[in-house]
C-alpha cells in the first residue's frame, strides 16, 4: 500500500494511522498497566499511522494538554468553574484523528506519566538515544498490532521535537534499508507517472544552533518590538552573528533587545503570560485533570502517590544530552531520498521564529516549484507557503503562535489533511 503524494488521480490512494508522540518511552518505562484497557480491544483504522513528537524540551513534562485538549487531540477542556475542579470535554471538530488514526507516546521516559523502574540509567539519555529508544518502541508496537504494518506511516511533531523527529526518521530508514523487522511502511514508492512517499512534518521547530539563534533579533524588529535604531546598533555590535555573543558590545547589545521584549509571551507575542515571564503556558485546567486520581485510574496511568503529580515544566527528572547537533543534514538526507517534508510555522512565534525556519529550508538548495503565495483556508488568506523540489513545503500560519493546532485549530486541520493526502496547501 503506497503513502499519499502529489500524483495523477489514477494513482492509488491509501488510507492513513497517525501515532502522535507526547514524549515517553519504552523498554523500561510502562504508563500503564499490561492488563490496562487502553492496549486490549479494537483501534479504529483510518489507514494513516502518523507519528508526532510534541514536545518543547526535556524540561517538560509532557505536551499531553496539547494534543488531548488543545491542540490536534479528539477532546477541548472547558474550566470546571472553580479551581482544582475537574474541567469538562468537549469534542474537537478539528481534531487531526478524524483523517488518520492516532497514537500517543511519551517521550523520553520521564515525561508526562510515563516513568522508569530504573531511575538511574532510564533518565540519563539524549537526543540521539531518544531517537533510538522510539524506533525501538515502534517495531514492538508493530509487532503488537501488525494488521497496521500496511498502512502508510507519517512522523511529526512541533518545537523541539524538530530534534526528535528528523533523528527518529533517520532512524526508522536505517531500520528499512537494514531489513529490520517488522517492516515500517515508512517509504518512496516509484511509478510510471508518479512518485508516492510518505514523509514528516515539524511546525516551529529548533534545527540549528545558527539558523534559529539568529532570527531571534530580526524577529521582534520585524513585528515592531524592537526600534529601527536598536536593530541597527544590535547588528553592528554582532556582525548580525546574534546566536554567537563573543563580544562585550554584543552582549550589551543582546540584553537591551532581552530588556524590551522580556515581557512578551515568547510562544505568542499576542497572548498574555501566565505565572511568570517564564511560563508562557496556562497549565492549570491541565493540571487538574491529570492530577485528579479518577482521571489516572481511567486513562489507566500509575497514581501520583507512585510515580508523583504531573506539572507542566521540570529540570529534576532527566539528565539529558542535546547530542544531535545540526538537523539541517538530516533534513537534506531524507528530503533527498524522496520523503516529503512540511516545515510550518506559526509567525507570531518568538520562541523559534519563522524566519529561522524559512531561512534553513531554502538552504538545502532546492529549486522553487511553486512560488510564494497565500494559502487558503475558509475562503480566507491563513498564511503563505513556498514548495520547494523533492516534497519540501514550507509555510507560515497566519496569526498562530508556537503550537498552531492550538492558537489555528481550522487552518491546521485544513493543511493537515491536504499534506497527508499530498494536495497543495
Known amino acids: 500500500m503506497a503513502c499519499s503524494a502529489s500524483a495523477p488521480s489514477s494513482a492509488p490512494t491509501a488510507a492513513a494511522l497517525v501515532l502522535l508522540v507526547l514524549a515517553s518511552f519504552v523498554c523500561s518505562c510502562r504508563s500503564a498497566p499490561p492488563d490496562a484497557l487502553v492496549f486490549k480491544g479494537q483501534f479504529l483504522s483510518l489507514g494513516v499511522l502518523n507519528l508526532m513528537f510534541f514536545s518543547y524540551t526535556s524540561s517538560y513534562r509532557s505536551m499531553l494538554r496539547h494534543f488531548t485538549s488543545l491542540v490536534s487531540g479528539p477532546f477541548n477542556f472547558e474550566s470546571g468553574g472553580s479551581a482544582g475542579s475537574l474541567p469538562k470535554l468537549h469534542l474537537n471538530p478539528y481534531s487531526w484523528s478524524k483523517v488518520s488514526s492516532v497514537i500517543y507516546l511519551d517521550s523520553p521516559v520521564g515525561v508526562g506519566l510515563s516513568y522508569a523502574k530504573d531511575k538511574s540509567k ?10 533510538k529508544d522510539s524506533h525501538t518502541f515502534l517495531l514492538e508496537w508493530f509487532q503488537l498490532y501488525p494488521e497496521f504494518q500496511t498502512n502508510p506511516f507519517y512522523i511529526a511533531g512541533e518545537s523541539y521535537a524538530g530534534i526528535y523527529i528528523p533523528t527518529l526518521s533517520h532512524e526508522v530508514v536505517r531500520g528499512i534499508n ?4 517488522p517492516t515500517i511502511n515508512f517509504k518512496v514508492v516509484k511509478g510510471f507517472s508518479y512518485i508516492a512517499a510518505c514523509g514528516y512534518m515539524v511546525g516551529n521547530s529548533i534545527c540549528d544552533t545558527v539558523f534559529d539563534g539568529n532570527a531571534l533579533v530580526p524577529f521582534p524588529h520585524g513585528m515592531g518590538l524592537i526600534s529601527d535604531d536598536m536593530y541597527k546598533e544590535t547588528s553592528t555590535a554582532c556582525h548580525r552573528n546574534y546566536w554567537n555573543d563573543s563580544s562585550d558590545e554584543c552582549r550589551t547589545a543582546l540584553l537591551n533587545v532581552d530588556t524590551v521584549i522580556a515581557g512578551l509571551n515568547i510562544y505568542d507575542i499576542l497572548e498574555p503570560c501566565y505565572h511568570s515571564k517564564n511560563t508562557k503556558k496556562n497549565d492549570e485546567v491541565a493540571t487538574a485533570w491529570l492530577n485528579n486520581d479518577s482521571v489516572r485510574s481511567a486513562i489507566h496511568a500509575e497514581p501520583a502517590s507512585s510515580i508523583g503529580p504531573w506539572v507542566l515544566c521540570t529540570n529534576a527528572l532527566l539528565n539529558f544530552d542535546h547530542d544531535a547537533g545540526s538537523m539541517v543534514i538530516y533534513h537534506k538526507n531524507l528530503t533527498s531520498q524522496g520523503y516529503r517534508a512540511l516545515n510550518y510555522s506559526g509567525d507570531h512565534d518568538m520562541c523559534v521564529p519563522y ?16 512560488s510564494w ?28 503562535g508556537h503550537t498552531v493546532p492550538e492558537y489555528k485549530p481550522q487552518e491546521a486541520f485544513a493543511f493537515y489533511s491536504r499534506w497527508l493526502t499530498g494536495s497543495k496547501l
Open 373 to 400: 503565495r497565500p494559502w487558503i483556508a475558509d475562503e480566507e488568506v491563513s498564511g503563505y507557503t513556498q514548495v520547494y523540489e523533492n516534497g519540501l513545503t514550507f509555510a507560515t500560519i497566519k496569526g498562530a
Open 122 to 131: 532510564a533518565y540519563t539519555t539524549g537526543d540521539l538515544q531518544t531517537a
Open 355 to 370: 524566519t529561522g525556519t524559512e531561512a534553513w529550508t531554502a538552504s538545502l538548495g532546492y529549486g522553487i516549484i511553486d
Open 178 to 181: 537494514e531489513e529490520v523487522k
